[in-house]
């Protein structure tokens, strides 16, 4: 089963709200699989959403079938900076009417800046996968290149093992004896797994649980599970 070892490089800053703390909106050190899918190019979504809702088991489902997975990445070299930002209140927007003052609104954006370094992983049990040599990520569309080392057939293992890229909850089968918290949108990301059970190992060491899929477990599911 071939597996991509890929690593990003950010040649414009990248902006997502993470976190709101007051008026500072603040990007987390790391890439969710679900917007990673997306910016490979192997879900898509409409264009056009009447009622702005993510359909995110309708678009990443259909890979469980292609044995395509993506997990999410961690910082290698992350580097930040802070912009402040302005806009002007719009509430004439939904009243039809101008307002009779431009109040000036301030936020504080900090961004992962140029340079900065992520890896993840891209599981592929049936084909060989062409991947992009470049992709956008977050609010800005931030362009990022893409460099990858082929694994052909990783070691497979069982045992107890440490899982230091984030991984999806709803998307790992095996119990999870501690973990670091991502609290991020839409799911949050658990990072220094350790666990026990099957897992791959790459040659640089990173391990992997065994049998990772998109929605592999709904959040109903995983309390009875516990």
Same mark, same amino acid.
């Given at each position: 089963?071939p597996?991509?070892?890929?690593r990003a490089v950010?040649?414009e800053?990248?902006?997502? +709200?993470?976190?709101?703390?007051?008026?500072?909106? *603040?990007?987390?050190?790391c890439?969710?699989?679900y917007?990673?899918?997306?910016?490979?190019?192997f879900?898509?979504s409409s264009y056009?959403? +009447?009622?702005?809702?993510?359909?995110?088991?309708?678009d990443?489902?259909?890979?469980n079938?292609?044995?395509?997975?993506v997990?999410?990445?961690?910082?290698?070299?992350?580097r930040?900076s802070?912009?402040?930002?302005?806009?002007?209140?719009n509430?004439?927007?939904?009243?039809? *009417?101008?307002?009779?003052?431009?109040t000036?609104?301030?936020?504080?954006?900090k961004?992962?800046t140029v340079g900065?370094?992520f890896?993840?992983?891209?599981?592929? *049990?049936?084909e060989?996968?062409?991947?992009p040599?470049?992709?956008?990520?977050?609010?800005w569309r931030?362009?990022?290149?893409?460099?990858?080392?082929e694994?052909?057939n990783p070691?497979?293992?069982?045992?107890?093992?440490t899982a230091?890229?984030?991984l999806n909850?709803l998307?790992?089968l095996?119990?999870?004896? +501690? @973990?670091?918290l991502?609290?991020?949108?839409?799911?949050?990301?658990?990072?220094?797994?350790h666990?026990?059970?099957?897992?791959? *190992?790459?040659?640089?060491?990173?391990?992997l649980?065994?049998?990772?899929? @998109?929605f592999?477990?709904?959040?109903r599911?995983? +309390?009875?599970q516990?």
């Open positions: 089963m597996m991509y070892l890929c950010l040649h800053n990248l902006y997502y +709200a993470t976190r709101e703390i007051g008026r500072l909106y *603040e990007t987390e050190r890439l969710h699989n917007a990673l899918t997306y910016a490979l190019g879900a898509t056009f959403q +009447a009622q702005q809702i993510p359909h995110y088991v309708a990443l489902t259909p890979l079938e292609r044995g395509i997975y997990t999410a990445a961690r910082g290698l070299d992350v930040y802070i912009h402040t930002l302005k806009y002007a209140n509430l004439y927007h939904v009243d039809m *009417e101008k307002s009779r003052r431009n000036p609104t301030f936020g504080r954006a961004e992962v900065s370094i890896e993840f992983v891209v599981l592929s *049990e049936r060989k996968l062409r991947l040599r470049w992709i956008r990520l977050g609010i931030s362009k990022t290149s893409l460099s990858w080392q694994c052909e070691a497979r293992r069982a045992g107890a093992f230091v890229l984030p909850p998307d790992v095996g119990q999870m004896l +501690a @973990f670091d991502l609290s991020m949108p839409p799911v949050s990301l658990v990072q220094n797994v666990m026990e059970g099957e897992y791959y *190992e790459l040659p640089d060491g990173l391990c649980p065994v049998g990772m899929k @998109f592999h477990l709904a959040p599911d995983r +309390a009875t516990r």
